[in-house]
């Protein structure tokens, strides 16, 4: 180069390409991820491919025996327990919310009983919902709590430590309540026998006798014999089996909500038909009467699977022996069946089989909460020591003072007892085997302690003057002998 420049290398600017980022295109790249279970076609979006990740189908999806899926559920669980039971900050609005907003100035949540908010009149409960406060899994055979959430452990006595939580709950109600409505001779016997039914359900399916069921699956602490786990799954499948089996759920349903295999749901089913026929059977005649009494409404509405297949939806009836009338619409049937020539419409066979257990459930918890509310009442609730705090579904609570635990308990154990004499009484239904009740005590609604041998005694004393003050003296057939 010349000039001021001279010596100097000419240089030009020039762009090149950089080796060390090679060039690339922006393209769609697939990833396939192996997959770990089957999801149900009514889980599926309107994008192919893509599912429902709500609330119940990661519950559903929890209980499949899959490491993470099963750790999905847990954290979903807890997020609910903290959001709708304990306090949380919406970061949208700002505000807080969960049941501890709720909480009034004497540090106690005052919700709502409803007597008419549900399909078959049971109670509910709502501002907050104290009905649905979950239960951790516990141990039958320690009482030590296994897992899940430990939200009742907030509700505690407003005495302090000076009182205790009552809870009185009805054993196994929906068996009890089955029992009653279709007269079965063999279920009827066993509860007068004070079989364990879920440990009967074992036996029938593992083709053992009812003794071997429960040494297995109880074990005996007098001779030092502990029990199998192994069993002891298999009672819980069977006492989780017997639940929802009495309110109306399907074999697949079943499976699906406890992880039970399939085949196993239906040798239990299997079981059941064996042993106790008459249920089955009443369900069927049940059926055939909703059928006959349906009449048609104005509801029609288009088949959601059928292209051009209009459905008019009727609605028909059941009546129970405490003149309780229930009613059932029609919806519009599986595709598959009309496919098959069957009807456009048909009756749920879940609320066939569910409506009037739950109801006849309800009317047991009503009769109870009849009692309890009177008997508390003329008593000024013991001084204003014991007072009835919650109802859930089979159950009653109250809060009440150490210096009038057994006397109030014993008088609350007499209520709930005491609603299988009401129910024949006021209704003129014949009862073949009352439905009873386990009532318990501790420092929280989680605690769950049994009281002695006195309680028994004196809460069959209050049965009696209770059949003396509201039942006109009544002597159910029951108590004849």
């Known amino acids: 180069m010349g000039g001021k420049n001279a010596g100097e290398y000419k240089t030009v600017n020039k762009k090149v390409d950089d080796l060390t980022k090679p060039k690339s295109a922006m393209r769609d790249y697939y990833y396939e991820f192996p997959g770990h279970t089957e ?263 288009p088949h959601p699977e059928v292209r051009g297949l209009m459905c008019q939806l009727g609605k028909g009836y059941s009546v129970t022996p405490d003149n309780k009338v229930y009613s059932y619409r029609e919806s519009p049937a599986p595709g598959w069946l009309v496919r098959q020539g069957g009807m456009a419409q048909s009756f749920s066979p879940t609320e066939i089989a569910n409506y009037e257990v739950q109801g006849a459930g309800g009317e047991w918890a009503k009769a109870a909460m009849w009692l309890a509310v009177r008997a508390f009442y003329a008593r000024k609730n013991f001084g204003g020591l014991a007072l009835l705090v919650n109802q859930v579904h089979d159950a009653l609570y109250k809060d009440a003072h150490k210096s009038v635990l057994v006397e109030s308990s014993a008088l609350l154990h007499a209520c709930m007892v005491g609603a299988s004499d009401f129910m024949e009484w006021y209704f003129g239904w014949t009862v073949p085997v009352p439905v009873p009740s386990v009532t318990v005590h501790g420092n929280s609604m989680m605690d769950e302690q049994n009281f002695t041998d006195e309680f028994t005694d004196l809460a069959e004393k209050f049965r009696i003057e209770l059949r003396q003050q509201y039942m006109g003296g009544y002597t159910p057939s029951f108590s004849i002998h």
């Open 39 to 301: 999801p149900k076609e009514e889980w599926a979006s309107s994008t192919e491919g893509l599912y429902s990740v709500a609330e119940e189908v990661i519950t559903l999806l929890g209980v499949r025996d899959i490491p993470f899926l099963k750790t999905l559920a847990s954290v979903a669980k807890l997020s609910k327990d903290l959001g709708t039971y304990y306090i949380t900050l919406d970061e949208k609005t700002g505000e807080y919310k969960g049941m501890l907003t709720l909480v009034g100035i004497d540090s106690i949540i005052h919700h709502s009983v409803n007597h008419t908010s549900t399909v078959t009149a049971r109670f509910s409960s709502s501002n907050p919902n104290l009905q649905n406060v979950p239960k951790g899994s516990m141990d039958e055979v320690t009482g030590e709590l296994l897992s899940g959430s430990q939200v009742k452990t907030v509700f505690i006595s407003r005495f302090g430590a000076d009182g205790q939580i009552v809870q009185s709950d009805f054993t196994a109600l929906e068996v009890y309540v089955q029992a009653i409505l279709t007269g079965c001779t063999q279920l009827i016997e066993d509860l007068k026998a004070g079989l364990d039914m879920h440990c009967v359900r074992v036996s029938q399916k593992e083709g053992c006798t009812y003794e071997e069921a429960v040494l297995k699956c109880k074990g005996d602490k007098v001779r030092g014999i502990a029990p199998i786990q192994e069993w002891v799954k298999k009672r819980q499948g069977a006492k989780e089996f017997s639940f929802q089996r009495a309110y109306g759920a399907g074999a697949q349903k079943i499976a699906d909500s406890t992880g039970m295999d399939i085949e196993d749901v239906k040798a239990l089913i299997r079981a059941e038909e064996i042993r106790y026929p008459e249920l089955g059977a009443y369900n069927k005649a049940k059926e055939d009467r909703i059928k006959r009494s349906r009449r048609p409404t104005n509801n029609i509405q």
